[in-house]
């Protein structure tokens, strides 16, 4: 990279750290440090949705598949798009509406309000395995660009990596995050939808010049394999409607209507950012056949083939999804352990600055902790797909009983989510062991089919514990 490139991004992690330092000015509150103070408008919204789930998967991880498999790697912007638009029809304006009446702050304080302390536990730890790989994903997604930018050592861009994200996360909590996914996702759809893809176009990548270069192969929508397929839109979108960022969100916004139309309008864009960075990894099939296939493969095409200036600036794009992605993912899981933990199980009547000093540390320690997940497994989508199926298989049946189903009660939610995290996780653990046929099956099928048996058997009839219209108002209480 010439010097211009260095400049553009030693200027855009100083501008990341610069933005954290000014929104810790501005924040008096945990409301304020996990919630952006329940006041943002559309925009905003669709903003936090987009650079909260467009990261690292999408634009490193669809462009490396797309150069190794083809056009089917478009499955995993696609699902992240339905994913975002079913939680926006089927749940965005409910959760708004009970974020507000009972001033939740996270996912879990609407689980125990349901149910009773020991579902809002396991649902917590959950979340908190869940929202650790989704960071660790996006770390190891930054570390790779850096990696190539200055042609460090994995474990030192990693480091690097960490080092930024933790820092202004840390210190500016969600306005911070708001600040800087703004410029980030700007950065990023100008990088990779106005810059990155003429230049591909111009370079190999013309319909006409691809359909001549490539094997027909390319061109399957279902190379990945539909089994995969099926399993990661179905993991993905079940995240969605359990995911505690998709609750954060709609608590922080202005009003049901923008709690709504901003993951709305998030999914127009992902498919754009999707379709582009597959785009682009075809183009690096044809124009790169050699190069080593993986998450190396956008950065590389982007060093080979952009000018002086573009280089750093559509790098700075991309890294900029990855960040955006990675701390609000680092916020989450220092919600949970702030709110869901320490301030409900250890100390209720902390005060709200002691809240915000807590809330920085842990923000701290799970960036860190992130960081050594990333260090270990290295691959962006195998990483994040244990959180979605983490996430997924374990959370929705509670989840969807606690919104609609008034004629449940805390004992089937406690022990589905029980049972689908120990099949998850020991499936997990159990394929990386032994290479028996049937552990092939995707641990999400197990651990959801095991959730739903659970449930079931263990629910039984009960009056309901409030009607449709006490969930509008702040009086009324969980049955337990």
Not at 22 to 30: E, S
Not at 79 to 86: E, K, R, S, T, Y
Not at 140 to 151: C, K
Not at 324 to 347: E, H, K, P
Request: net charge neutral; proline share 4%.
């Amino acid at each position: 990279m010439a010097t211009i490139d260095y400049v553009i991004v030693g200027a855009y992690l100083l501008m990341m750290l610069a933005l954290g330092v000014y929104a810790q000015i501005q924040q008096k509150h945990p409301d304020d440090y996990f919630v952006g103070g329940r006041r943002l408008g559309t925009f905003s919204i669709a903003v936090l949705w987009m650079a909260g789930w467009v990261g690292g998967a999408t634009v490193i991880g669809s462009a490396g598949r797309a150069h190794d498999l083809g056009i089917t790697a478009i499955w995993y912007g696609l699902a992240l798009a339905i994913g975002c638009f079913v939680f926006a029809v089927v749940l965005a304006k409910k959760v708004k509406i009970l974020g507000d009446a009972h001033q939740y702050l996270t996912y879990p304080d609407l689980i125990e309000h349901r149910f009773d302390s020991r579902t809002r536990a396991i649902a917590t730890l959950t979340t908190l395995l869940a929202f650790i790989a989704f960071a660790a994903g996006q770390l190891a997604a930054a570390a790779s660009i850096i990696e190539i930018m200055l042609s460090w050592t994995f474990g030192e861009s990693l480091l690097l990596a960490t080092s930024i994200v933790v820092a202004y996360t840390a210190i500016g909590g969600f306005i911070a995050i708001t600040y800087t996914d703004w410029a980030q996702i700007v950065l990023l759809i100008a990088g990779v939808v106005f810059i990155g893809l003429p230049i591909a176009i111009a370079n190999g990548g013309s319909p006409e010049m691809l359909r001549d270069a490539l094997s027909s192969s390319h061109f399957e929508i279902g190379a990945w394999g539909w089994s995969a397929i099926i399993a990661m839109v179905i993991s993905i979108t079940m995240s969605f409607l359990v995911s505690m960022d998709s609750f954060t969100r709609s608590y922080a916004a202005r009003d049901e209507a923008a709690a709504q139309r901003g993951p709305l309008i998030a999914v127009i864009i992902i498919l754009v950012i999707g379709c582009a960075a597959t785009w682009i990894g075809l183009t690096a099939a044809v124009a790169l056949p050699d190069i080593e296939s993986g998450d190396g493969v956008l950065p590389a095409f982007i060093l080979a083939f952009f000018p002086a200036g573009l280089k750093g600036l559509i790098l700075v794009g991309i890294l900029a999804a990855v960040m955006s992605t990675a701390d609000i993912c680092i916020l989450t899981v220092s919600a949970n352990i702030t709110r869901d933990f320490y301030q409900r199980f250890v100390n209720p009547k902390a005060p709200p600055q002691r809240l915000l000093r807590l809330g920085i540390l842990t923000s701290g320690l799970i960036g860190t902790l992130a960081g050594l997940m990333a260090w270990q497994m290295q691959s962006i989508i195998d990483i994040l797909l244990i959180g979605f199926t983490i996430n997924g298989a374990a959370l929705v049946i509670p989840t969807i009983a606690a919104v609609y189903w008034p004629h449940t009660d805390s004992r089937p939610a406690f022990w589905s989510i029980c049972a689908a995290l120990t099949v998850v996780l020991a499936w997990q653990l159990a394929s990386r062991i032994s290479d028996a046929s049937f552990l092939g099956i995707d641990p999400l099928w197990p651990g959801f089919v095991s959730a739903c048996l659970v449930f079931v058997v263990l629910h039984r009839h009960r009056a309901p514990w409030s009607s449709p219209d006490q969930w509008r108002g702040p009086d009324s209480k969980a049955s337990t």
